[in-house]
């Protein structure tokens, strides 16, 4: 059967096109640095940058009373003053019972129900993603550090092969993109390298807040690939590959994408 060829097209030519490749390459950078200076503005700005009402909600449901009469900040403390920065820069961390990799909004969806005896929030909800958004926050300005070695190194290598798998109609693989053309014009759209730490981020394109594995979903329809259920161990595997990919890299939680 004949696969489909992909065009990246180039709006500022060949040379421009060329130019880009060559500053990035063998660089990790955030998408921040292919934003329009106007979407910096926004995102720089916390009055301006949409993203903060889910902090906000996400702070009033930290300290909200669950069935049990406890709160997340019962624990973390108000305002998650006990949480630690960096430990929130390790996830996706292995998780000590499962002995797998566990990303930060699945623990808060865990712990929002054995913790405070509330009924399971659905993985990317609204309250799911305020609640992470919140959280990754308080830890912003810190270096993403996810453990690449050890046991956590065969779980590695399975995201990335999910991050390189070919899917959909156009036949195409996370990597293509995001590897090996950042710089580049995609239709009206720079490439980036499909960096994580600026997740939850505020897309301007859907006019809300999204996690990892929502995005990664909306790439999937770009391609005309089946949409995948977010939550699922898979999507784990890939956010953890994406986020190790992105080590040393600021958080910017909530970043602002278009």
């Known amino acids: 059967m004949m696969k489909l060829k992909t065009t990246i097209l180039l709006g500022a030519g060949l040379s421009?096109?060329?130019?880009?490749?060559?500053?990035?390459?063998?660089?990790?950078?955030?998408?921040?640095?292919v934003l329009q200076q106007s979407t910096k503005e926004i995102q720089d700005d916390d009055f301006l940058n949409l993203g903060m009402e889910?902090?906000?909600?996400?702070?009033?449901?930290?300290s909200a009373q669950?069935?049990?009469?406890?709160?997340c900040a019962t624990?973390?403390?108000?305002?998650?003053?006990?949480?630690?920065?960096?430990?929130?820069?390790?996830?996706?961390?292995?998780?000590?019972?499962?002995?797998?990799?566990?990303?930060?909004?699945?623990?808060?969806?865990?712990?929002?129900?054995?913790?405070?005896?509330?009924?399971?929030?659905?993985?990317e909800s609204g309250d799911a993603v305020a609640l992470e958004t919140f959280v990754r926050n308080l830890a912003r300005g810190q270096v993403v550090n996810v453990q690449t070695d050890g046991a956590m190194a065969p779980f590695i290598e399975q995201g990335k092969a999910l991050f390189e798998a070919r899917v959909g109609h156009l036949n195409m693989a996370c990597n293509l993109c995001h590897d090996r053309h950042p710089g580049q014009k995609l239709r009206a759209q720079t490439l980036s390298q499909g960096q994580t730490n600026g997740?939850?981020?505020?897309?301007?394109?859907?006019?809300k807040v999204i996690g990892t594995q929502t995005r990664i979903n909306q790439c999937f329809k770009s391609?005309?690939?089946?949409?995948?259920?977010?939550?699922?161990?898979?999507?784990?595997?890939?956010?953890?590959?994406?986020n190790a990919h992105g080590n040393g890299l600021k958080i910017e939680t909530p970043a602002v994408r278009f």
């Open 66 to 71: 669950g069935k049990n009469d406890k709160s």
């Open 16 to 33: 421009t096109a060329l130019a880009c490749a060559s500053a990035f390459s063998g660089k990790v950078f955030s998408g921040y640095t």
């Open 54 to 62: 889910a902090v906000a909600k996400g702070a009033k449901l930290f």
């Open 199 to 207: 997740f939850p981020t505020y897309r301007l394109a859907n006019s």
């Open 223 to 242: 391609v005309r690939a089946e949409k995948q259920p977010v939550g699922s161990e898979a999507f784990a595997l890939m956010e953890l590959y994406m």
């Open 75 to 123: 624990c973390h403390g108000e305002n998650g003053k006990k949480l630690d920065p960096k430990r929130i820069a390790q996830y996706p961390v292995l998780d000590a019972k499962t002995k797998r990799p566990i990303t930060l909004q699945q623990r808060i969806i865990d712990e929002w129900a054995t913790q405070l005896g509330n009924a399971p929030l659905k993985y």
